[in-house]
């Protein structure tokens, strides 16, 4: 199937349940990603600054970017002027220096809380105990160009079954212990975003208001032009 079809296939199984569908179009082409727009789709993730930045500049400026790998401090500024959502937050450090960049650019910028789920230690994120500790500091009550619209987990890689659902639900009560806690006022804070292309159904099950869904949209990831951001 091509990308228009497979994106209209997920796009009216997404609509019918509620959930937004991020587009993950990391090391794919310019020419892959307009296909994708031209078939309705305008939201799109990526997981590397450089790599976000340069599609940006290329491509319709309508095009909403989220970012969702790791995101160095020092590059914050590259996608500031720009950015939609930041879906990887996972230190007050970096939440401080987006604030900062926002201001810069006169804009508050939205962003999700990374939230360690998985049973490995190669995943970035905020541990729960972290987040709370993040969310009831006075550095982050300071911070007036950023807002926490949600959270964001990714699964364990090659899970059974039992054990995506147990972190998908882990996700979904901090969610909404978060919410009853720091955010009850504030429609705004209302995204949990969860599933990728091998585990969106069980993440819809468990309450998931994004998935972030790349080769089963774009097939296998094609340009390797830049290196992951690993801190
Ligand atoms: C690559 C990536 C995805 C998409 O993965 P697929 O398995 O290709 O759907 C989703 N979320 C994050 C954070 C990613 O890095």
Same mark, same amino acid.
Request: hydrophobic letters at 35%; charged letters at 35%; aromatic letters at 14%.
């Given at each position: 199937m091509s990308i228009a079809d497979n994106l209209l296939k997920y796009k009216s199984e997404l609509d019918q349940a509620g959930v937004q569908l991020i587009? !993950? &179009?990391?090391? $794919?082409e310019a020419d892959a990603i307009l296909e994708a727009y031209n078939a309705g789709q305008s939201v799109f993730g990526e997981n590397i600054v450089q790599e976000m930045v340069e599609k940006q500049a290329q491509l319709p400026a309508d095009i909403a970017w989220h970012l969702i790998g790791h995101l160095q401090t020092n590059k914050v500024k590259y996608i500031a002027p720009f !950015?939609?959502?930041? $879906? &990887? !937050?996972?230190s007050l450090k970096l939440l401080i220096e987006i604030n900062k960049q926002a201001a810069k650019n006169n804009r508050v910028i939205d962003c999700l809380l990374q939230i360690y789920i998985a049973d490995e230690d190669t995943k970035f994120g905020l541990g729960f105990d972290e987040a709370i500790e993040l969310l009831r500091s006075e550095e982050f009550a300071a911070l007036k160009n950023i807002r926490i619209t949600g959270i964001m987990g990714i699964a364990s890689n090659n899970a059974l079954e039992k054990q995506t659902r147990d972190e998908f639900t882990e996700l979904k009560v901090l969610f909404d212990g978060i919410k009853a806690s720091f =955010?009850?006022?504030?429609?705004? =804070?209302?995204e949990v975003s969860m599933g990728m292309s091998g585990d969106y159904k069980l993440a819809i099950e468990a309450g998931s208001t994004m998935v972030r869904i790349g080769s089963n949209i774009f097939g296998k990831r094609k340009i390797k032009h830049y290196k992951a951001d690993e801190n």
């Open positions: 587009a !993950v &179009s990391k090391y $794919q !950015v939609k959502l930041i $879906q &990887s !937050v996972d =955010f009850r006022k504030e429609d705004s =804070f209302r």
